[in-house]
Every structure is written in structure tokens, then in C-alpha cells.
């Protein structure tokens, strides 16, 4: 039997997905949500999610449970999936996932696999294992792969999964719960996996903030950012897949984790480092775009009206909590601007939206409005009416980071003020 230790985000995917193939136990000490996940919802939204628990239930394939102790006494292998909470600084708090898997071990008899797949700082599995030496247990390490929106999809089809084991019994334990996702595993020492984690999201960290500070470039001497990300991407050294497109910062605290764990190593290791810690400077400064964007086209912000397409960390999920779109909307209102926003995720009686308006409709966010920023790219943003909106504002001034709706607002024909992210 396999239990899926922690069910958040990473934890609810990876026992929906599992109980498609084989008996598996959600185990969280939370009970309410474990009583919110018996009645086949998760605890947030994911594409699918809901559905996909609901089927594991019908099934008897997919059982939730807060008893730590009933449980692991006939797991198999626990699969550790606690989502790292994250400060606003970026700095992780590794203390409190160490210590779910301290109440767990315990428990469990000897030859159980413990596989890792909460995101924890290089050589932490090594410290467990010396701490429960005599548990006579195996830990093993596959690092998270998941995107919030695209999450069901990505644990099913993963293309690669990386392992990291010192022993064949888990090896060949693991190589079967995994088998009906992916036949492509990379097995390395624990300690490599751990670093490839982290060394994955720290490079797509430095590909965002060196493909917006081309762009501030670009923006400065008439270039076009994407018209320079296409070239860059020609290169056969680079490659069409490269993540080097200008927009907007990255958000959510996924990348910057990690940034924070290469730069904490650094410290211990006595490592002189340059680029890496300049990351978050970097995207730190260019999460201030659209701000300032508004403030040289419309000079003084009080009492402009300001209309938000989309809210949530990203699409598909109803996540706010370290979104850049929130963030911007909160500095807005600080400037005296009245902010309204239109997000098909978010509910009015949310309590991070404070003094942000929810708009009823499209409509209403348009109507009289001196700017329209869309920060989060939910599909249905490109499909509505532009040639009626644009019409409604007061000015029809749209910044929109990503070129997200560039082709929509282009064939509208309309002399609407334009604004993307490199493209001056």
C-alpha cells in the first residue's frame, strides 16, 4: 500500500493520480481536511482534481485518513508530499515539513521506503537518515515536478522523473509505484536529486529575469523583446524550448525557494556567489512594470480607475497567495487609485482582497476605465468582445505583460495604447 503523506496541493494530485493504478491512503493530520477530501473535494482548485478524487473514492481505491498511527503500520512506502511553506521573504520553512516526517517515522516498520518529494534543501534526507539509523528504513528522493493549472496532466505524463536512492530494494520498490506514469526514471544518489531540484528552478529563475532585463533594454532602444526571444531561441545552442520570453516576473515563491536554499548552501559551504543571489534583486525590480508603467502614462494615480483581468497566482488554480497580481492590485489601491479586478477563480468574500473590487462582468470592468492591465492568463481573457470594451473606458489604455491578448486588441483595429513588457 502506498500513503501519500501531506495533502495540499502536491500531496492531493499525487494520491488522485495514484489511486488510477493501485490501493492508496491520503494521510494529513489536518482533519478537516481530510473530512473536506472524504467528500471528494480538494483543498484547492486544480483542473480536474475534484472529479479525480471523487472517481479514487467510488472505486475504494482512495481512502483519506488523519490516524498516523493505523495507517503506517501497513504502508509500504510513504510518500512524503507536504507542501514547503514559504515567508514573504522566500525563505522556506523546512523546520515544520522535517517535523511531519519526524512524527511519522516512528511508526513505520523496517524495510518501508520513505520517498521525499517535498521540496527541502540538499542534504537533509542524509541528516534523516542518520537520525533514524536503527529504523532500519529506506529513504529515497524524487523532487516535485507539478504546475498549479496543469498539475493531473504533468503527474500523469511527466516525460522524465528524477530518483535518488542508495539502495536496489527501494529502487526496485519505487520503479513500481512509478511504472504506470513514466518509463524514463533517472536514478542518482540523494543527494543529486535534491540539487537537481533545486539547480532546475534556479535556472529558470535566472532565464526570466535575463530574458526582462533584455527587455527593459529593448524597451529603452526601440528593440522588440520577442522579436529578440525568437533569435534567441534560433540558436541551436539555445534551443525553441529555451524559457527566455519577456513578461512578467515570477511569482508564488516555487522558484525563489530555491534561489534562497542555492544561497543558503553557499553560506555553510563557505561558496562565493554572483549571479545566483542577484536573481531575486533582479525579479524583485521588475515586478514593479506595470506600476510604473501606469504612472508615466497617467502621472498621479489618485482616484484613476483601474481595472485587474485575473488575480490568482496563476490559471487554472484559485490560488492568491503570492501572486503578482494581488500584489500589484494592494500597491495601486496604496496609490489612491479605485481598483476593481474580474478573475473567475476568486470569490468576493476572499479575505486578501481587502480594498479590491470584484467586477460583476467584463463589462464592468471596462466601463470608464483609465487602464485595464491583464496579469493573469486565464484562456477565456482572449476570447472576450475587445472592439465593445475597449469602446467603454475612459481611456483605452491596456498594459497587458506578455503580449497575452496582443492579436485580439491588434484586430480590433481601434487605437487603443498598447503595452507589453519589452517593447517600447
Same mark, same amino acid.
Given at each position: 500500500?502506498?500513503?501519500?503523506?501531506?495533502?495540499?496541493?502536491?500531496?492531493?494530485?499525487?494520491?488522485?493520480?495514484?489511486?488510477?493504478?493501485?490501493?492508496?491512503?491520503?494521510?494529513?493530520?489536518?482533519?478537516?481536511?481530510?473530512?473536506?477530501?472524504?467528500?471528494?473535494?480538494?483543498?484547492?482548485?486544480?483542473?480536474?482534481?475534484?472529479?479525480?478524487?471523487?472517481?479514487?473514492?467510488?472505486?475504494?481505491?482512495?481512502?483519506?485518513?488523519?490516524?498516523?498511527?493505523?495507517?503506517?503500520?501497513?504502508?509500504?512506502?510513504?510518500?512524503?508530499?507536504?507542501?514547503?511553506?514559504?515567508?514573504?521573504?522566500?525563505? &522556506?520553512?523546512?523546520?515544520? !515539513?522535517?517535523?511531519?516526517?519526524?512524527?511519522?517515522?516512528?511508526?513505520?516498520?523496517?524495510?518501508?521506503?520513505?520517498?521525499?518529494?517535498?521540496?527541502?534543501?540538499?542534504?537533509?534526507?542524509?541528516?534523516?537518515?542518520?537520525?533514524?539509523?536503527?529504523?532500519?528504513?529506506?529513504?529515497?528522493?524524487?523532487?516535485?515536478?507539478?504546475?498549479?493549472?496543469?498539475?493531473?496532466?504533468?503527474?500523469?505524463?511527466?516525460?522524465?522523473?528524477?530518483?535518488?536512492?542508495?539502495?536496489?530494494?527501494?529502487?526496485?520498490?519505487?520503479?513500481?509505484?512509478?511504472?504506470?506514469?513514466?518509463?524514463?526514471?533517472?536514478?542518482?544518489?540523494?543527494?543529486?536529486a535534491e540539487m537537481?531540484?533545486?539547480?532546475?528552478?534556479?535556472?529558470?529563475? !535566472?532565464?526570466?529575469?535575463?530574458?526582462?532585463?533584455?527587455?527593459?533594454?529593448?524597451?529603452?532602444?526601440?528593440?522588440?523583446?520577442?522579436?529578440?526571444?525568437?533569435?534567441?531561441?534560433?540558436?541551436?545552442?539555445?534551443?525553441?524550448?529555451?524559457?527566455?520570453?519577456?513578461?512578467?516576473?515570477?511569482?508564488?515563491?516555487?522558484?525563489?525557494?530555491?534561489?534562497?536554499?542555492?544561497?543558503?548552501?553557499?553560506?555553510?559551504?563557505?561558496?562565493?556567489?554572483?549571479?545566483?543571489? &542577484?536573481?531575486?534583486?533582479?525579479?524583485?525590480?521588475?515586478k514593479s512594470w506595470?506600476?510604473?508603467?501606469?504612472?508615466?502614462?497617467?502621472?498621479?494615480?489618485?482616484?484613476?480607475?483601474?481595472?485587474?483581468?485575473?488575480?490568482?497566482?496563476?490559471?487554472?488554480?484559485?490560488?492568491?497567495?503570492?501572486?503578482?497580481?494581488?500584489?500589484?492590485?494592494?500597491?495601486?489601491?496604496?496609490?489612491?487609485?479605485?481598483?476593481?479586478?474580474?478573475?473567475?477563480?476568486?470569490?468576493?468574500?476572499?479575505?486578501?482582497?481587502?480594498?479590491?473590487?470584484?467586477?460583476?462582468?467584463?463589462?464592468?470592468?471596462?466601463?470608464?476605465?483609465?487602464?485595464?492591465?491583464?496579469?493573469?492568463?486565464?484562456?477565456?481573457?482572449?476570447?472576450?468582445?475587445?472592439?465593445?470594451?475597449?469602446?467603454?473606458m475612459n481611456r483605452?489604455?491596456?498594459?497587458?505583460?506578455?503580449?497575452?491578448?496582443?492579436?485580439?486588441?491588434?484586430?480590433?483595429?481601434?487605437?487603443?495604447?498598447?503595452?507589453?513588457?519589452?517593447?517600447?
Amino acid at each position: 500500500m502506498v500513503t501519500v503523506f501531506g495533502l495540499w496541493h502536491l500531496g492531493s494530485v499525487t494520491a488522485a493520480c495514484c489511486a488510477e493504478h493501485f490501493p492508496t491512503v491520503g494521510l494529513d493530520p489536518d482533519e478537516d481536511r481530510i473530512r473536506q477530501l472524504s467528500e471528494g473535494q480538494a483543498p484547492l482548485h486544480e483542473p480536474g482534481l475534484d472529479s479525480l478524487i471523487q472517481a479514487g473514492i467510488e472505486s475504494k481505491n482512495l481512502h483519506f485518513s488523519s490516524n498516523l498511527r493505523d495507517v503506517l503500520s501497513n504502508t509500504q512506502v510513504l510518500w512524503v508530499t507536504f507542501d514547503t511553506p514559504v515567508d514573504d521573504d522566500d525563505h &522556506a520553512d523546512t523546520d515544520w !515539513v522535517i517535523d511531519q516526517i519526524r512524527s511519522a517515522v516512528p511508526l513505520l516498520n523496517p524495510g518501508t521506503v520513505v520517498l521525499i518529494s517535498s521540496q527541502l534543501p540538499v542534504t537533509t534526507t542524509r541528516k534523516l537518515e542518520q537520525e533514524f539509523s536503527e529504523r532500519q528504513l529506506y529513504f529515497a528522493v524524487s523532487p516535485e515536478n507539478l504546475r498549479l493549472g496543469k498539475s493531473l496532466e504533468i503527474f500523469r505524463s511527466p516525460g522524465r522523473i528524477v530518483v535518488g536512492t542508495r539502495n536496489d530494494s527501494a529502487k526496485e520498490v519505487i520503479a513500481k509505484v512509478l511504472e504506470p506514469f513514466c518509463d524514463n526514471i533517472l536514478w542518482m544518489s540523494i543527494e543529486s536529486a535534491e540539487m537537481t531540484k533545486h539547480a532546475i528552478n534556479a535556472f529558470l529563475a !535566472v532565464s526570466v529575469t535575463y530574458a526582462n532585463e533584455l527587455a527593459r533594454l529593448c524597451e529603452g532602444v526601440g528593440a522588440n523583446a520577442h522579436e529578440v526571444a525568437q533569435g534567441l531561441k534560433s540558436e541551436s545552442r539555445i534551443g525553441p524550448g529555451a524559457y527566455v520570453s519577456p513578461g512578467g516576473a515570477f511569482a508564488g515563491g516555487t522558484l525563489a525557494r530555491d534561489v534562497q536554499f542555492l544561497k543558503a548552501l553557499a553560506s555553510v559551504e563557505d561558496a562565493q556567489l554572483f549571479v545566483i543571489p &542577484a536573481i531575486l534583486q533582479s525579479n524583485t525590480h521588475h515586478k514593479s512594470w506595470a506600476l510604473t508603467r501606469l504612472q508615466e502614462i497617467l502621472g498621479k494615480l489618485t482616484n484613476r480607475r483601474i481595472g485587474i483581468l485575473g488575480l490568482t497566482y496563476k490559471p487554472g488554480t484559485s490560488t492568491l497567495r503570492r501572486s503578482n497580481a494581488l500584489e500589484l492590485a494592494k500597491r495601486l489601491v496604496e496609490s489612491g487609485a479605485k481598483v476593481s479586478a474580474l478573475d473567475p477563480a476568486v470569490q468576493r468574500d476572499d479575505a486578501e482582497l481587502g480594498m479590491i473590487e470584484l467586477a460583476s462582468s467584463a463589462e464592468d470592468l471596462f466601463q470608464f476605465a483609465d487602464a485595464v492591465v491583464l496579469m493573469t492568463e486565464w484562456p477565456e481573457f482572449r476570447t472576450l468582445d475587445w472592439n465593445m470594451l475597449i469602446p467603454l473606458m475612459n481611456r483605452p489604455v491596456i498594459l497587458d505583460q506578455d503580449r497575452f491578448c496582443g492579436a485580439a486588441v491588434d484586430a480590433t483595429g481601434l487605437a487603443a495604447k498598447y503595452y507589453s513588457v519589452g517593447v517600447s
